[in-house]
Each structure stands twice: as C-alpha cells, then as structure tokens.
C-alpha cells in the first residue's frame, strides 16, 4: 500500500491512543492506520515518548496509586486473541479477483475467521468483536455499489484497506482514515470496489427512501450486539 495517505486521525485521537485511552476497535483502527501511515506512526511515538516522560515526572507521593490506576486501566481493556483456531492469523482477505494483505493488528483480530453477510445493493459486512462499546466490521463494497443515504447517531470511524470510494465530501483510497460524526449525512460509492475496515459507537440513522424502514431494526440489532458482548 504505498498510496499516499491525504486523511489521517486527529492529533487528539492520536494522543489518547498513544496512551491507550480509547475503546477496543478504536484501538485497532487507529493502530492499523499507524502501521500503514509514516506520518502518524512518527507522530504516534512522539505522543508515546511525551506520555512516557509525563508519568515518570508524577509527584513520588503519587506513583504507587497512578501505577495501580494505569494497571488496572490495561487489565480493563479488551484483549484480542492473537492466534485463530487454526494456529495463525488471517492475513489476506480474498476479494474478487485478488487477495488483500491486513495489517498485523486486523490480522490478528479476524483470526478466528470471518462470517461474511451480504446486505444488498453491492454491500457485504463480516463482524469483528473487539469490545462492549463499539460494533466493527468488514465493509466490502463491489463495483458500481453504493450505500443508502445515512447519518450517524455518533461517530463512525472508517479506514481503506483496497481499492476506493467517494462520498459527498470527498475521495478516499489505501490506508485513508476517515472520520464522520453525528452533523454529517453521506452517501459513499465505489466505482472500482473498496474494502474498508470500519467501526461505529451508536448505530447509522438512514435518511432517504425505503431503507428508513430499517432504523429501528439496526438500532435494536446495534444495542443487542453491545449488550451481548458485555454481559
């Protein structure tokens, strides 16, 4: 993937990855944009370096409780299973055509096999479950597909692994990081076919047409994934 990369994750959302503040997909996202982006990795290691320096200037008095603090904090994240049934991550996603090599991180997170669901119009989706807060997802886009017109009810987060699309405000290819909140509504398109790995922490509103009739089945199809994964 040596297309140059024009979207990147903020410097805030850099920051608290860098010190391990975010959800578990969000993680992962941000993560394989890391690998695949030299100018966030470099700053990624800044804001580590920073982070770093930071804690071991706490006050003395303080340290054994912001250590138990930070501890706890790590136990509390979700851990990703590194090794798939089979012994080995997922490294390549088979496409149409051609075969799509993952980022370590994806890699190891898919390595127990991807369930792929077709949702029509050109749209396929496999499942990851990487915590109890956000729902990420595969998204394959075929040629000429598009999605209805949506809206988000929070932010979505969405990183081009192949090939491209387009939506109303901009074009998007390899190793982008696109990020949407609640103010935006857009319809992305692939006239060449894309495959993106995309995560959501409150369910997609459509906003046009016949697919509005599916909003209250994805928002209780949304709280029922969470609440299965927290209980």
Sequence with gaps: MNTEVNFHPSTELLQKFATGSLSGGMNVAISA???LCKF??????EFEAKAAIDWLQMPTESDESDFSDLVAGIIKQPQIDSIGSNGSALNEIHMLDHSVRLPK???KAAAE????????????????SLDDETQCEFIYMKPGSQT???????SEITLVLDGSFSDELGHYNPS????RSGSDVHQPRSEEGCLCFAVLDKPLTFTKGIA???NPINNYRFRRSLARRAG
Excluded at 115 to 126: C, E, F, S, T
């Design 212 to 214: 509005r009739l599916l």
């Design 33 to 35: 944009h890391v690998e």
């Design 105 to 107: 991180v994806l890699a």
């Design 113 to 128: 096999g991807l369930v792929w669901k077709q949702l029509g119009g050109g749209i396929n989706q496999a499942e990851l």
């Design 40 to 45: 966030c990795r470099q700053q990624t290691s």
């Design 176 to 179: 982008d990081f696109i990020a």
């Design 148 to 154: 209805p017109v949506h809206k988000h009810q929070g």
